[in-house]
């Protein structure tokens, strides 16, 4: 009977491997956008943290005043990589339902 289980579980443990690498692969094609400075930096990234896109205003482009764009493109990657996180979080505490928690390795 213990036997049993323990089949049961390598073979759920299995599948739920599959469907975390399913839904890795899949947040490549998931998009997330943030912007700062009221639209003027804006940057999208994909739900595996890469940067696709980085669109600056040219009003933002003030030659007395780089520190302000230095840091409203600060902001906005910041704000787009903690939204693809979050979106990565969300897509696989929806297959492992919170498991990932208990410290198992690769959850």
Do not use: C
Request: charged letters at 20%; glycine letters at 10%; hydrophobic letters at 45%.
């Amino acid at each position: 009977m213990a036997q049993m289980n323990m089949q049961q579980m390598m073979k759920q443990a299995q599948k739920m491997q599959k469907q975390l690498l399913e839904a890795q692969d899949k947040l490549k094609d998931v998009e997330v956008s943030a912007s700062a400075g009221g639209g003027m930096v804006k940057v999208t990234a994909t739900g595996d943290m890469e940067i696709t896109s980085l669109t600056i205003d040219p009003e933002a482009l003030d030659p007395e005043d780089v520190e302000l764009l230095q840091d409203m493109i600060i902001a906005a990657v910041n704000d787009v990589l903690h939204s693809a996180q979050d979106a990565a979080n969300q897509s696989m505490s929806a297959i492992t339902g919170g498991l990932g928690g208990l410290g198992i390795p690769g959850l």
